[in-house]
């Protein structure tokens, strides 16, 4: 059979980088894993192709005998119009992935099959019932799979060059139960891992394939610290052989903090950066919320241990918890400088599908309305301990706060200056990056305003000045800013238009965007 499997287009957000993609020279920062995992379980005998709509345009008229689609509830609308636009055309539809898991209820009857959960299992069961003729029009695991077991996606059908990073995961799951959360609840709370050879194996298949940046999707990629250390001694080894060609990036949780031996292998495995939801310098929120995590010890201290090692964190930040007053806007702006943290992912507090945060505002008569899954422009409860118009104004202010050019510069500098060195020299030249800082430069210094040129030209002098060998970071660090800065600036009028609709009376769910 012919299978035609589509990723749909990701809406703005934060971490799109929409403004700076044609300076990187790519069209979108990372792939959707699924797909080419589908792919890699799809068995021999079928011709399998890949659609992206990041970096493509969609041919509806493709010849397929069946069409997978996926994506998260950010996805919803665009997911729907592709299904829509397939089966007009005649095509077999299916559906799988985190908004099918999470939601199947909302696309039943949209489409041909619902795969509910992961389809380790599930997939191969159906293309051999399709190919009987008894398929059915819902599949769902009898259990979570072994993915010791699972095949080596298939990156080779991806179009790698458009591209900044590729993705691989090692593991899938979380020990830890923060109250919305909806990872526990698609991928359970018993970390699940491939083993450490697998996962070289698709290293050494991103290095083939040209990659230089990897961001590994985990949930917690320290979920099983004993055998994420054998695998960072593996990547270690890797990297030192080959002169350190990838950068890796991933999602940990905090405690990672409190393990020496952990920092010291990610540090030889080369991470460059790692993805920790903090979510609250508020000890009570944070219990709240259940992420008892990072209860234990100083936030600040814990961030600038990790800094030590070299590896930057990059914070996800949550506003709207029950224990949130109107002063915790002030308290995240401080506790995020202090610590020396670049880049803040903030949001307001979402209530995900099926999560026991939703559980309990809707018993608690709090829910505003379902979840968007963006927490950037709404927040679907009513919070407990000021107005949705303090939780509005507050985060409005706060965001811009946080990406004004001078608290950025500050922040980021004093990050650069403190830092441990990373184990790769950081004055070493990968091919093609003369060409990318001319790029960058031209973006941020010739042809832009003459505050983001001084902003530029102030870092980068700055940084070359006093320690030249985080040049690059630096480097990095001045073209996202353009990114954040930009989307922020347009995130500010869709909440000016909230708090101006709050300030006239409207309803709550009046808010949602369309």
């Keep these: 059979m012919k299978i035609h499997l589509v990723t749909p287009k990701n809406p703005p957000s934060f971490w799109t980088y929409d403004q700076i993609l044609p300076a990187l020279g790519k069209r979108c920062i990372f792939p959707n894993l699924s797909m080419p995992t589908v792919a890699g379980l799809t068995p021999s005998g079928h011709e399998v192709t890949l659609c992206d709509e990041n970096v493509e345009e969609i041919d509806f008229d493709v010849d397929a005998d069946v069409v997978g689609v996926t994506g998260y509830i950010v996805h919803r609308e665009r997911m729907y119009q592709i299904i829509q636009e397939f089966r007009r055309r005649g095509r077999f539809v299916v559906v799988g992935g985190p908004f099918a898991s999470l939601c199947p209820e909302e696309l039943r009857g949209r489409c041909d099959v619902v795969f509910v959960d992961e389809a380790e299992e599930t997939w191969p069961q159906f293309l051999a019932d399709l190919e009987a003729g008894a398929w059915k029009s819902e599949y769902r695991p009898a259990e979570k799979p072994d993915l010791t077991a699972s095949p080596t996606p298939r990156f080779d059908l991806l179009k790698v060059d458009r591209y900044h990073a590729l993705t691989l995961q090692f593991a899938r799951g979380c020990p830890f139960n923060c109250e919305f959360c909806d990872i526990i609840v698609v991928y359970g709370r018993r970390p699940r891992s491939k083993t450490p050879a697998q996962l070289m194996q698709e290293i050494d298949e991103c290095h083939r394939l040209g990659a230089n940046q990897v961001f590994i999707v985990d949930d917690n990629f320290i979920g099983n610290k004993k055998l994420a250390k054998e695998l960072l001694r593996e990547m270690a080894a890797w990297g030192a052989a080959r002169g350190y060609p990838i950068d890796f990036n991933t999602e940990v949780s905090l405690n990672v903090a409190q ?205 070359l000045l006093r320690r030249p060998s985080v040049f690059k970071d630096a480097v990095s660090f001045a073209i996202v800013h353009k990114a954040f800065h930009e989307y922020i600036e347009a995130l500010a009028c869709h909440l000016d238009f909230a708090i101006a609709e709050l300030e006239r009376g409207a309803e709550p769910d009046e808010l949602q965007p369309a």
């Design 259 to 463: 393990d020496k031996e952990l920092l010291e292998l990610m540090r030889a495995a080369h991470f460059t950066t790692i993805f920790i939801g903090i979510e609250s310098p508020r000890k009570e929120s944070l219990k709240e919320t259940h992420k008892t995590q990072n209860v234990r010890g100083d936030l600040v201290e814990s961030v600038r241990t990790i800094h030590s090692y070299g590896i930057q964190v990059q914070a996800g930040m949550i506003v709207g918890f029950d224990h949130d007053d109107a002063t915790i806007f002030d308290e995240q702006l401080r506790f995020i400088q202090e610590a020396r943290i670049p880049v803040s992912m903030t949001g307001m507090l979402q209530a995900m599908p099926k999560t026991p945060l939703h559980d309990r505002m809707t018993k608690e008569g709090r829910l505003v309305a379902e979840s968007t899954g963006d927490q950037f422009v709404f927040s679907n409860i009513f919070p407990k301990s000021m107005s949705r118009l303090e939780l509005y104004r507050g985060y409005r202010t706060l965001i811009a706060q946080l990406y004004d050019f001078r608290n950025y510069r500050r922040r980021t500098l004093d990050f650069l200056l403190h830092k441990g060195d990373q184990v790769a020299n950081g004055l070493r030249v990968r091919s093609g990056e003369l060409r990318l800082l001319a790029r960058i430069l031209g973006e941020t210094v010739l042809r832009t305003n003459p505050r983001r040129a001084w902003f530029t030209l102030s870092l980068l002098g700055t940084t």
